[in-house]
């Protein structure tokens, strides 16, 4: 009698991929290779030293191959770290010595260029209507030139590098290639002017920009000298991206913008706000293109030429053929790149009859993003995209695997009908890929956050249907672009439309459900290093030691949690003046942890809060505002307040008695949204006190009543004291309303907000121009520091109305922040660094 067979045993543990990863030849070198980036981004090797490490280490290799072969394999990988810093060092620092950069100033100067368009012009459609801009904008266009001269007083002369291009209309008749002659305004890339404000000069850098042209005629200033598109590659590419958008138009006239962002990877289809929504739901990924449409596609492409009967490997060669060339086709950004390559590694596999190891391919990928340019490591639809395929492939498939049935189980199974079965079947696959959208969006979540202060919990339940939805719009919408030549797009177009009606129904629904997304401030940078860590570990190691990994990333979890939820306290006030531009932000943070602002606007628009005041809120680890200080009814004090309200939790708005009384379409844009949220609003007049622990805010303008004139005339004075220091704000304030509030006596105060931006009519100095005497204001006030909240401009009619007090104006200094203490009041400029004690301690 033969031995029973033995029940199938689900206890034997699978290899740990850590193995997979060891195995595999390019994962060391992309180690290494990633190890040299850092260095570099973080600690700016130079670049000789960079080189001079790399030739030691091939030194060291050629001396120890023979004999010591791991030592020698150690050499290779010291050389392909430095060969990465020194590659990412020539990358963003060198240039030739004609590099536009050093005709470029930092003020925009007239100047007039002559180049190539490096890619096609993006061409921005004109933003809808908004009330609370000052003016309404225009449809615009963006490219990058690559110049070759400049005119000089001399003539023209050779010059070399890359110009941002930014034109007021659209740049309808030129393409990639083609030679241009512009006149502008030349400078260098704007830095910083806030803490925790994006980089524009560093992002500009890693494509190696090193200035900004901007032109306001387009027909009158930029001139083709050459059509160029036709010999360069990616003027072809333009072409055909050209002729697919123009067809999806045709076809698809309700969704052609968003089929044209989801197929073409045209992100100049949708306007910011059609963006942000899926941004705000987290889903962007399911828009953008990304290593999921590549993969949907390079699937249906395989079917396809299977089902025609295409032999295997003939089938590898295409599918990886069309994926390249569709990932150069949208742009070829990282995650298209990585995708393209991994599905090539696949292929290669099929083709050679070889098994392809997942690991390499994963390594050689991240190579090959690296060569393409050594700078979008450190962008964040990178490391998103990796993270989230490490996760995919190598851990949720091995947790969600599922386990091998018993005998009894498997008899259980058989027994069961035809109905009962596909039941359960199709509540194992929605279990299956809800819980993958769990797992991707919890692990994504810290890196999301860090990036763009929003976490989004919706994700987890839109995430599967909207990957359903436009799978098939994609697929639908490629052979709209098939069949559109021969008229057969007609029932294709209609899929496309329905698919993509119903995501844009789902994903606004998602933005309106309540906790949906939350902004906060992003975790610190160390809590980030080691959260990653714990989750490689998760995902690479087995048993016992994962199980341990995955608690105490829990635990690392509760510590950032509990960090974040920490009361902010300090011994001291601060008083921030952002720079917004003509416009006004002063952020006060008493002792005790509160947050009140003072103005929230700008004539750059409700856009500035979300490029300026956000994000210096969320680098202070601000997430609640307890009150908002409206100072009068002028689009550019408060036209940012919606955007604010979307982002923080806001207490508390006070106004001046006139401010709802203005019949514009700003005010009541505010006011209704104030009301949707729930915020109480309440009136400030003189004569009030307001207190925030041992921080007092007394009202000295305007009176319940009057006065009359413009709304500037009835500014809200706030005088800000705090440990025998003040800091008096004016917002406007001029006219009658200035000559009513000077009446009142003040004893001298240490800060002055200048009236109106510094200009010269509300605090113009007396006396002669050879011999200027302080103005009104400043014979009030008789500050120690003014700060001018302000556009770039003159500033020495300030200095001379203020008499001789030391002026900081925010273009120049950027934002800058005054701190209170019982020692003293210190001064401290964001972007000149100065610090100047202005009051010692009594």
């Known amino acids: 009698m033969s031995a029973p067979a033995p029940e199938p045993d689900d206890r034997i543990p699978r290899e740990a991929p850590w193995r997979e990863f060891a195995r595999a030849p390019l994962v060391p070198v992309a180690l290494a290779a990633s190890a040299g980036l850092l260095a570099e981004r973080y600690i700016e090797v130079p670049l000789g030293a960079g080189l001079i490490v790399a030739a030691v280490a091939l030194v060291g290799w050629f001396a120890t191959r023979a004999t010591a072969p791991q030592t020698a394999s150690a050499w290779l990988l010291v050389c392909a770290a430095a060969l990465a810093s020194a590659y990412h060092h ?81 740049l309808s008749d030129l393409h990639c290639g083609d030679v241009v002659e512009v006149s502008g305004r030349l400078s260098k890339p704007d830095a910083p002017h806030n803490p925790g404000e994006r980089d524009g000069r560093a992002f500009l850098l890693d494509r190696r920009i090193t200035a900004e042209l901007r032109v306001k005629r387009p027909a009158d200033t930029v001139v083709r000298l050459e059509e160029g598109w036709r010999a360069s590659l990616f003027g072809w590419l333009a072409a055909v991206r050209g002729w697919g958008a123009r067809a999806l138009e045709r076809n698809l006239p309700d969704e052609a913008g968003l089929a044209t962002a989801l197929l073409l990877g045209d992100s100049t289809a949708l306007d910011r706000e059609e963006w942000d929504v899926y941004v705000r739901t987290g889903v962007i990924h399911v828009l953008a293109i990304s290593g999921q449409h590549l993969v949907i596609l390079g699937w249906f492409a395989w079917l ?39 599905v090539c ?115 987890i339940p839109l995430g599967p249907p909207l990957i359903l939805l436009t799978a098939v719009a994609l697929v639908a919408g490629f052979l709209v672009l098939l069949a559109a030549p021969l008229g057969l797009a007609w029932p294709f177009a209609r899929v496309t439309e329905l698919c993509l009606g119903a995501c844009e129904g789902l994903v606004h629904l998602g933005d309106r459900v309540p906790f949906g997304h939350l902004y906060a401030p992003g975790p610190p ?125 806001v207490g508390r708005v006070t106004t001046t008695p006139t401010f709802a009384d203005k019949d514009a379409p700003g005010v009541a844009t505010v006011l209704v949204a104030l009301e949707a949220r729930r915020v109480p609003v309440r009136t400030a007049r003189a004569g009030d006190r307001f207190t925030a622990g041992d921080v007092t805010f007394d009202v000295l303008h305007p009176p319940a009543v009057g006065p009359v004139g413009n709304e500037n005339a009835r500014s809200l004075v706030l005088l800000v004291r705090h440990a025998g220091h003040a800091v008096l704000l004016t917002g406007d304030l001029e006219g009658e309303g200035q000559t009513l509030a000077l009446a009142k006596p003040l004893a001298p105060v240490d800060v002055l907000l200048a ?32 700060v001018s909240s302000q556009r770039a401009g003159p500033t020495d009619h300030l200095r001379a109305g203020y008499g001789g007090a030391p002026v900081w104006d925010t273009p120049t200094a950027g934002a800058f922040t005054v701190r209170s203490h019982a020692t003293g009041l210190i001064a401290e400029a964001f972007r000149t660094g100065d610090r100047h004690v202005v009051t010692r301690g009594k």
Request: positive net charge; glycine residues 8%.
């Open 525 to 649: 940078l160390w809590w980030l290093v080691g959260f990653y860590a714990l989750v490689a570990c998760v995902v690479l190691l087995n048993g016992t030691r994962a199980k341990k990994c995955f608690i105490t990333a829990l635990v690392w979890v509760a510590v950032g949690v509990a960090l974040g939820l920490q009361p902010r306290t300090s011994d001291e006030a601060r008083v921030t003046f952002l720079a917004v531009g003509h416009g006004g932000c002063v952020v006060i943070e008493t002792p005790d942890g509160r947050v009140i602002l003072y103005d929230a606007g700008t004539t750059a628009g409700p856009d500035a809060v979300r490029r300026v005041v956000a994000p210096y809120l969320w680098s202070r680890g601000i997430s609640r505002i307890d009150e908002v200080f409206l100072s009068h009814a002028d689009l550019d004090h408060f036209n940012g307040v919606p955007e604010l309200l979307r982002r923080f939790h």
């Open 90 to 170: 020539s990358h963003r620092h060198s240039f030739r010595a004609d590099d536009i950069a050093r005709f470029a100033k930092d003020a925009p100067q007239a100047a007039s260029v002559r180049g190539r368009l490096a890619d096609e012009p993006d061409r921005f459609r004109a933003p809808k209507p908004d009330p609370l801009l000052t003016q309404q904008r225009t449809a615009t266009s963006a490219a990058v030139l690559e110049i070759s001269a400049i005119e000089t007083a001399e003539g023209w002369r050779a010059a070399s590098g890359r110009v941002r291009l930014s034109v007021e209309g659209h």
């Open 345 to 459: 590694v696949v292929c290669g596999g099929i083709v050679l009859r070889r098994p392809a190891i997942a690991a390499n391919g994963f390594a050689l990928a991240w190579l090959v993003v690296v060569a393409t340019n050594p700078t979008d490591p450190f962008t964040a639809g990178c490391q998103l995209s990796f993270l989230s395929v490490f996760v995919l492939a190598w851990g949720v498939s091995r947790w969600l695997e599922p386990r091998p049935l018993t005998a009894v189980e498997q008899l259980l199974a058989e027994s069961r009908g035809l109905t009962e079965q596909l039941v359960r079947a199709a509540l194992r696959g929605l279990w299956g890929v809800f819980a993958i959208s769990a797992i991707l969006t919890a692990v994504n979540a810290p890196l999301v956050l860090a990036w763009q202060n929003v976490a989004s919990p919706i994700a």
């Open 304 to 342: 396809v030429l299977r089902a025609c009967g295409v032999r295997t490997r003939h089938g590898a060669w295409a599918v990886a053929l069309f994926l390249l060339a569709y990932a150069l086709l949208t742009g070829a950004r990282p995650s298209a790149v990585r995708a393209a390559v991994m």
């Open 755 to 786: 009236p109106h931006h510094g200009a010269k009519n509300a605090n113009a100095p007396k006396g002669t121009p050879a011999k200027p005497e302080p103005g009104a204001v400043a014979v009030w006030a008789r500050p120690k520091l003014v």
